[in-house]
């Protein structure tokens, strides 16, 4: 899960933020794109968000498996030959 499914050809579209004025002074004058820093960013916070969903989602599902294994062992134990 290490990816955020989007569309990365979808049109732009403008957003109106708000920034503290010395911080955008000093990004504009390192020349960092605005733009495509705010996408990467949240890309990353989208990815972690969606994670963290599925976690909360399938916890009870996580729980029940690792208990199973506990208790009797991968399936494969009666396989392997290491």
């Known amino acids: 899960m290490n990816t955020v499914a989007f569309n990365s050809a979808a049109?732009?579209?403008?957003?109106?933020?708000?920034?503290?004025?010395?911080?955008l002074q000093q990004a504009k004058q390192l020349n960092i794109n605005l733009s495509q820093t705010l996408e990467l960013q949240l890309i990353e916070l989208v990815r972690q968000a969606k994670q963290s969903q599925w976690l909360?989602?399938?916890r009870a599902a996580l729980d029940d498996y690792n208990r199973r294994?506990?208790?009797n062992g991968p399936f494969s134990d009666g396989l392997r030959s290491f």
Do not use: G, M, Q, V
């Open 56 to 58: 909360a989602e399938n």
């Open 11 to 23: 049109a732009k579209k403008s957003a109106n933020l708000s920034i503290n004025a010395e911080l």
């Open 69 to 71: 294994i506990e208790l």
